[in-house]
């Protein structure tokens, strides 16, 4: 079989590895390789930061308006939409969730560009009232710089697309290091945003490998001006910490164990569907998955029963079909994570209701799946109830208290979203108070839109991604003093 070739994207035209290294792309349905890409290091982060950075200080983007660069972005979103069938295909190949949730993410992905595009113009600066009757004090926003991007492979455009709109937006540069799992989208919608879109050549760079190598460079980098990750703790922390060596700003979109809590007033069927979906849609492999399920005792059993009963009516399969709900698990280091997580489960005593195995390629090839899981009497400390799997795997816990289901809820060192299921008022806004996560829904589970901030509280991460307010996380805001008195002051005054 001829391995297809694809390079990384610096300055507006692909290019190999200065070392000359390659890494190969896998199909996981397929359980083959279907190219190869760029091994990269620093010589290659390198030449993509300053291109980055002479898109930034000279040439058409460092001279667009601010009504230009919001025509920009819209441009980018028409050209994102056009081409959405095609990029959705790339990362179902690669990620192996189904071609239906990549689609449907990337025909959200132009909301994004279309939203920040819409504050191009709208970021201004002020005229302050100082003290100073002589002085005229004025601010403006400028953009911080070259942006350094890190995503991770479970929904690799939309991610990348919640940092790259509103940094585009402020006037940045980007260089971007996808996963070493699903690069390929990134470097095509790349080539798309600048041969189709007019993206100026260097805003965008894209640059391959592995995270401990260009991920390390790119982070370290003392052109970068700032960090944008999203991805696990370890990285998540490897990348802060060298941010912060270079005394540079970022922001961290990390993991979760979140949280449903069903109350026994609940529409039990409903919130058995949120829940259901809630950890098995992507098969598990979302940030955001509901991978535990915090049930009123009285009403244990009965959810339990009706769960087990949707799950077992879950298609797992091949990823391009319409009627496959469930991929494959995206690659071997995920499968054996979850694999051990379902051993953890095993050997500190919870039951098994359904799943808790492997399940064999259904097409007879190679492909690794993993029968959607249940695990009942887990208890808050287990292993089960505490790491995040990553996986179809849900942890059923029971409580008695509304006191007792908010403690069990916040004992976890995560804190990204969290599912409330009640019929109670009151109690929806007592309990959605006192969670600690970044987002709670109430009688459903896992929307959101390009208007609302979304991130983490605790170990979930440090910042937000969408929301208006965002746009600064991606500006520095400069103080202009200008004397209008005849004489400059002196000596100089405070
Ligand atoms: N909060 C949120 O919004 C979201 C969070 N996530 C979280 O992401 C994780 C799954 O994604 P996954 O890709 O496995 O996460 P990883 O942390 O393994 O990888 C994320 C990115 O970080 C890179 N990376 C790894 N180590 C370093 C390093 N030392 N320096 C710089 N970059 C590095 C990776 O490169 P490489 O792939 O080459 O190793 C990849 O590009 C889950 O924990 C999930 O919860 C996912 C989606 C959304
Ligand atoms: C606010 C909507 C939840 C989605 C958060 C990002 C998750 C990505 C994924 O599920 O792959």
Redesign the pocket.
């Known amino acids: 079989m001829t391995l297809l070739t694809v390079e990384n994207y610096i300055d507006g035209a692909y290019a190999p590895a200065a070392s000359g290294g390659w890494l190969t792309c896998e199909d996981p349905y397929a359980a083959a390789p279907w190219g190869r890409m760029p091994r990269s290091g620093p010589e290659d982060v390198d030449r993509a930061v300053a291109a980055a950075r002479r898109a930034f200080t000279a040439g058409p983007w460092a001279r667009m308006t601010a009504p230009q660069r919001g025509a920009q972005l819209h441009r980018i979103a028409e050209a994102i939409a056009a081409h959405a069938e095609e990029l959705a295909r790339i990362e179902s190949r690669d990620n192996g969730k189904t071609y239906r949730e990549m689609l449907g993410q990337l025909k959200r992905v132009p909301e994004w560009y279309r939203f920040y595009g819409g504050l191009c113009d709208k970021i201004n600066g002020a005229v302050l009232p100082t003290e100073k009757p002589e002085m005229m004090n004025y601010t403006r926003y400028e953009p911080l710089g070259v942006i350094g991007m890190?995503?991770?492979?479970?929904?690799p455009l939309m991610?990348l697309s919640w940092k790259l709109a509103p940094a585009l937006a402020a006037g940045n540069v980007a260089v971007v290091?996808?996963?070493?799992?699903t690069s390929a989208s990134a470097l095509r919608f790349a080539e798309i945003l600048t041969e189709e879109a007019g993206l100026p050549a260097g805003v965008l760079n894209v640059v391959t490998g592995?995270?401990?190598e260009a991920?390390?460079a790119l982070?370290a980098h003392p052109d970068v001006a700032k960090v944008a990750?999203?991805?696990?703790i370890?990285?998540?922390r490897?990348?802060y910490m060298a941010a912060a060596a270079n005394l540079r700003p970022a922001s961290l979109?990390?993991?979760?164990k979140s949280p449903n809590i069903i109350f026994a007033d609940a529409d039990l069927e409903q919130a058995a569907r949120g829940v259901v979906s809630g950890i098995f849609g992507s098969g598990g492999q979302s940030?955001v998955a509901g991978s535990r399920a915090l049930v009123h005792r009285s009403v244990h059993d009965a959810l339990v029963a009706r769960m087990a009963e949707l799950t077992g009516k879950i298609r797992l399969g091949d990823p391009m079909e319409d009627s496959t709900d469930i991929g494959p698990v995206a690659n071997r280091a995920q499968y054996d994570r979850i694999m051990t997580c379902i051993g953890w489960a095993k050997e500190d005593g919870a039951t098994c209701v359904t799943g808790g195995a492997a399940l064999a390629d259904p097409k007879g090839g190679a492909a690794l799946f993993v029968a959607p899981t249940i695990f009942t009497g887990v208890a808050p400390k287990d292993r089960i109830a505490q790491e995040?799997v990553?996986g179809p795997v849900l942890a059923v816990l029971p409580f008695d208290t509304e006191e007792e289901a908010i403690a069990i809820a916040n004992d976890s060192a995560f804190g990204?979203g969290a599912g409330i299921w009640t019929r109670d008022v009151a109690r929806v806004h007592r309990v959605a108070a006192r969670i600690e996560a970044g987002t709670i829904w109430v009688n459903s589970y896992k929307g959101g839109s390009h208007i609302s901030p979304f991130g983490?509280y605790k170990q979930?991460?440090i910042g937000r991604e969408g929301g208006i307010e965002m746009i600064h996380d991606y500006l520095q805001v400069k103080s202009i003093w200008l004397n209008l008195a005849e004489e400059a002051p002196y000596p100089f005054p405070l």
């Open positions: 890190i995503t991770p492979w479970n929904s991610l290091k996808p996963s070493e799992y592995l995270g401990a991920g390390a982070t990750f999203t991805g696990g370890g990285g998540g490897a990348a979109e990390l993991g979760g940030c995040e990553f990204l983490g979930s991460g």
